[in-house]
């Protein structure tokens, strides 16, 4: 049984940092998988933010290029993502899961930027 625990959201101020953690279990298979982060604001659909190969290819959407990093450790089964220069559409519930949304969604991790 796969299970995807997010962590590290917060509330922050427009202009600030967090990092998000996404750690897997329950998968043998972790390095086929392009792991990505999504994300769904209040009212809004689910959408993906950034991805990442298991060779380290990227993937940004427009409105976080330049601002997010992804990264991963596939010997941890963990993906991070880095994310500066937050604004206030960041606000969202942040979601990690294959590029295909093959895993259980898990709880998500709540990310606030507000002044």
């Known amino acids: 049984q796969v299970q995807v625990v997010e962590s590290g959201g917060g509330l922050v101020q427009p202009g600030g940092s967090l990092r998000l953690s996404c750690t897997t279990s329950?998968?043998?298979?972790?390095?086929?998988?392009?792991v990505a982060w999504f994300r769904q604001a209040l009212g809004a659909q689910r959408e993906m933010v950034a991805s990442?190969?298991?060779?380290?290819?990227?993937y940004y959407d427009d409105s976080v290029q330049g601002r997010f990093t992804i990264s991963r450790d596939s010997t941890k089964k963990t993906v991070w993502l880095q994310m500066n220069d937050l604004k206030v559409e960041d606000t969202a519930v942040y979601y990690c899961?294959?590029?295909?949304?093959?895993?259980?969604w898990g709880q998500g991790t709540q990310v606030t930027v507000s002044s």
């Open positions: 899961n294959t590029q295909t949304m093959r895993w259980p």
């Open positions: 329950g998968t043998a298979d972790y390095n086929r998988w392009i």
């Open positions: 990442i190969t298991f060779l380290h290819n990227t």
